[in-house]
């Protein structure tokens, strides 16, 4: 039998609706979430992303502050600008769009964020946070909707091998560190799997959730899986297709056709882990804004 469907799609319109009765409830005390974008340069792919959070922000009455500076902005005048932002008062929470133009340092920008402004949580003090289990900290977007999604389908990771195909800082470890935490909707056992790993299937095969984001299109296959296994697939490429519109389609790491008759639960690609990335970023919004209140 067919595996059954983790629908992202579904799971942030659900949570987005209970966010704007929250975000209603703020305003009613005077109180109104504002999400800043800072975009350097013209990346399509930037400009696409921007587009759609800020799209999720309007529909939940969150303002958006749109930044857009050109390629040949100096770190410094974006570190004006960053630093701006922290002392804004109307601006709960900002992102600086990765990737930035070569000649300036990530890592400098994103230490320069307001810990309590880095709704992305890529921040030093955040990510620390994360790994002790510290929750006043913001959660990262994409392994929070992962963790989330699996909530909401009562997939519980608790005792359960979860096997993670990459070890990036977005979504490797930051998903690692999420789900061994002893609390509800973690307490798992996690191994980590990377360029470096020999014979991933030997460990893709053992696991009873496997979570692909390596960023390598229709790499996890049915024969590296149990059977029953919960599958959930963090990416997102671009194929070749004449057929599609635009001559490409959207396909994830996993072998979606193939695998989705081995597996009890699958992730779509697109609609399954990318809606709950843009829903987790607001509820770090939200949670922001929340804090003005207390």
């Keep these: 039998m067919a595996a059954q469907i983790l629908d992202g799609v579904a799971t942030a319109q659900r949570l987005r ?71 804004d008062p109307a601006v709960d929470g900002f992102i600086v769009q990765l990737p930035l133009p070569r000649h300036i340092n990530e890592d400098v920008i994103i230490a320069a964020i307001d810990p309590h402004k880095d709704v992305d949580c890529f921040h030093p003090v955040n990510v620390g946070k994360l790994c002790i289990g510290d929750t006043d900290g913001f959660f990262p977007c994409t392994p929070y909707g992962v963790v989330v999604l699996l909530q909401e389908y009562g997939i519980d990771p608790a005792g359960k091998h979860v096997v993670i195909m990459g070890r990036s800082n977005i979504v490797g470890k930051p998903l690692a560190n999420l789900l061994v935490q002893k609390r509800a ?25 496997v979570v692909a984001a390596i960023g390598r299109p229709r790499t996890l296959t049915a024969e590296m899986i149990q ?16 057929a599609a519109k635009g001559g490409y389609r959207l396909v994830g790491d996993v072998d979606f056709e193939g695998v989705k008759e081995k597996a009890s639960w699958i992730t779509p690609v697109p609609g399954g882990v990318g809606p709950m990335t843009i829903a987790m970023l607001l509820r770090n919004v939200l949670k922001a804004a929340q804090r003005r209140v207390v």
């Design 17 to 87: 609706a209970e966010m704007a009765r929250e975000v209603a409830a703020l305003r009613e005390r005077g109180v109104t979430p504002g999400l800043g974008f800072v975009l350097v340069g013209e990346n399509p792919a930037s400009q696409a992303y921007v587009r759609m959070k800020k799209k999720a922000c309007a529909e939940i009455g969150i303002v958006s502050y749109d930044y857009e500076l050109p390629a040949t902005t100096t770190q410094n005048e974006l570190l004006a600008l960053v630093h701006k932002l922290n002392t």
């Design 185 to 209: 909707g973690a307490n798992a056992t996690v191994t980590i799997c990377h360029t470096a790993t020999r014979n991933i299937a030997q460990f893709t095969r053992q696991a009873d959730i």
């Design 227 to 242: 059977p029953g296994a919960v599958v959930v697939d963090v990416g997102i490429n671009r194929v070749e297709d004449a």
